[in-house]
């Protein structure tokens, strides 16, 4: 089992600049989430995903930000334009309907915005 | 709303002595409870949950958890810690009004001193 699979691990970009990271969900696994993780604000549910739907957005922070789940096995979160204050640590996790409670995290994408 | 309030952003034990890491938490309805841990550069893991069975509930590594409903709490203990137990620690609640989000707790870091 490859667990839930995230790239890149690590991107450095400068302000104004777009960005898009990916995620692959564990297979089997029909709802997908996207956090963000902050020594500020902690662990952030930015959107979640059900079925390729998007069900739930009210994390995103703004317009800048967007996520897509084009099929069961890939899904996008983009920042454009990046700002400084995006830089985070973001994951994205699956879980199954079986245990639709237990969520599976990828090891996140590092980004630094300078 | 559900929230989930760990107290103690650090906690610092000697090798071979009792953890404690300590969670409350607020539920309109009866709650699912979980436990993650965070090791370094590594994304979530599940360590244990509770889902209304056993209140006492045994998770992988030792560690264990009390429900307690009178309390409102449900408190992370391993009688004897280990060097590798060194991570960060989220307690999780499951989300209302049939969303079923878990929503976090800000995290506890364990450090272990030798």
């Known amino acids: 089992d490859a667990g839930v699979i995230q790239s890149p691990r690590h991107e450095v970009t400068e302000m104004g600049q777009e960005v898009t990271l990916r995620c692959k969900p564990i297979?089997?696994?029909?709802?997908l989430f996207w956090y963000r993780q902050t020594m500020m604000r902690g662990l952030e549910l930015l959107i979640y995903?059900?079925?390729?739907?998007?069900?739930?957005d009210s994390g995103m922070p703004e317009d800048r930000f967007s996520a897509k789940m084009p099929n069961a096995s890939f899904s996008t979160l983009k920042i454009q334009p990046s700002e400084p204050r995006d830089s985070a640590v973001y994951f994205c996790?699956?879980?199954?309907?079986?245990?639709?409670?237990?969520?599976?995290f990828g090891p996140g994408t590092r980004l630094t915005v300078t | 709303a559900q929230s989930v309030t760990q107290l103690g952003s650090h906690v610092s034990v000697s090798e071979g002595a009792l953890v404690l890491l300590r969670c409350n938490y607020s539920?309109?309805?009866?709650?699912?409870l979980f436990w993650y841990v965070q090791y370094p550069n590594k994304g979530l893991q599940l360590l244990l949950k509770?889902?209304?069975?056993?209140?006492l509930v045994k998770g992988i590594n030792g560690f264990e958890a009390e429900f307690k409903k009178s309390e409102t709490s449900f408190h992370l203990t391993k009688p004897s810690a280990h060097m590798s137990d060194a991570a960060e620690y989220f307690c999780?609640?499951?989300?209302?009004?049939?969303?079923?989000?878990?929503?976090f707790g800000r995290g506890t870091s364990l450090i272990v001193h030798p």
């Open positions: 996790a699956s879980s199954g309907d079986s245990n639709f409670y237990e969520q599976y």
């Open positions: 297979s089997g696994h029909n709802s």
């Open positions: 995903f059900n079925n390729n739907v998007p069900i739930d």
């Open positions: 539920s309109s309805v009866p709650p699912y």
């Open positions: 509770y889902t209304s069975a056993a209140t």
């Open positions: 999780a609640v499951r989300g209302s009004g049939g969303s079923y989000i878990p929503t």
